[in-house]
């Protein structure tokens, strides 16, 4: 006896059937979980025709003759590549078609274009990429990046959409943002201003702004930033009126602030604490530090009372060019002692010179 031939799978059959049930539950997941979003389930479905057509096309190998294989295959190609996009394309609905949104994406673009001319600034920046992006574009000559806000409570660019405006910039060189006038969070528009920004004008729904760079900029040329004391940790109360930190009298011995976990190059930097105590100033208070990496203490000192007034603590510290990228972060920290209280605004850190 004879058994039955068991048919013979080629391990390329049991992978592409494998992709092709991937994609299938792709396109179900999208279209499912976030069904405003459906370039990846386009993108997806013009894999499956792409792979549909290519088996199509081994099969009709060697059946018909040349002439009759390329008509087939040009007529498919059209047919299953360019359905999807142009069903699209032709919705009353669709980006083509709306006159409002052209005749408004104009408007805009030409303001900023003009802002741009008029201020001399070449880099602009959002908070929301879909919104930024044709910016690169349509207005030539300009740079764009999209900021988000980072755990510490500051806006950054996003590190995975880097552009080179990021790094083209100085911290006291001006640029524009771009952003909707009707931004639920106004965090945006709120750190603008707290940084002097100037509105420039509304066009629609989006609002055009001039200002200084929101996000701490170090590197071999430069660097300077000041944080605010709602930007950084603390173990103790924030106003939140003016983002000063405070520690009261017996309160236990505590951090009144710590981070800002801020990564530097190699080079010489001074930083600078406003702080304030009722003690008189030979009074010791607490101390403060500057750490790399939790490890490493760069430099540290006393804290002393001020009689209520707000005084500068500065020092110098040194970063150097032999640890890892994870090892550069630092913080500066004030540390208070129980029976004392103390205040704090901002702590800025500048560069001075390079290594």
Not at 102 to 118: G, P, R, T, V, W
Not at 262 to 291: C, H, N, W
Not at 323 to 333: A, C, D, F, G, S
Request: aromatic letters at 14%; charged letters at 20%; glycine letters at 6%.
């Amino acid at each position: 006896m004879t058994g039955r031939n068991k048919p013979q799978y080629e391990i390329w059959d049991i992978i592409k059937l494998a992709v092709f049930l991937g994609l299938i539950i792709t396109i179900l997941a999208i279209c499912i979980l976030n069904p405003d979003s459906s370039r990846h389930a386009l993108w997806a479905i013009f894999i499956i025709k792409l792979c549909f057509l290519i088996d199509i096309l081994k099969f009709l190998r060697g059946k018909l003759n040349f002439g009759e294989y390329i008509s087939c295959f040009i007529m498919l190609s059209v047919i299953l590549l360019s359905s999807t996009w142009v069903t699209i394309a032709t919705l009353p609905e669709s980006f083509r078609h709306n006159k409002s949104y052209n005749a408004d994406n104009e408007q805009l673009s030409d303001f900023i274009y003009k802002m741009s001319a008029k201020y001399k600034v070449k880099n602009i920046y959002g908070n929301d990429f879909w919104q930024t992006m044709p910016l690169n574009v349509t207005i030539p000559g300009l740079k764009f990046a999209v900021l988000a806000l980072s755990e510490k409570e500051y806006f950054s660019p996003m590190k995975f959409l880097m552009r080179p405006s990021y790094f083209e910039v100085s911290p006291k060189q001006k640029v524009l943002y771009y952003f909707r006038a009707d931004d639920a969070s106004k965090q945006f528009a709120n750190a603008i201003k707290l940084k002097q920004g100037q509105l420039l004008g509304q066009v629609g729904d989006f609002q055009v702004w001039l200002g200084y760079p929101l996000w701490p900029i170090f590197n071999a040329q430069y660097g300077y930033y000041k944080w605010d004391g709602c930007q950084l940790l603390t173990q103790n109360e924030v106003h939140k009126k003016d983002c000063t930190l405070i520690k009261e009298v017996n309160h236990p011995s505590s951090y009144l602030s710590y981070g800002p976990y801020q990564e530097l190059p190699a080079g010489t930097y001074k930083f600078s604490m406003r702080i304030s105590s009722p003690m008189p100033a030979e009074q010791i208070i607490g101390e403060f530090d500057v750490v790399q990496g939790s490890k490493s203490i760069l430099t540290k000192g006393a804290l002393h009372g001020s009689n209520n007034d707000f005084v500068n603590v500065e020092g110098l510290f040194t970063v150097d060019g032999d640890y890892l990228p994870t090892n550069k972060l630092i913080e500066v920290r004030s540390f208070i002692n129980k029976e004392f209280s103390a205040s704090l605004k901002n702590i800025s850190i500048e560069k001075i010179d390079n290594r």
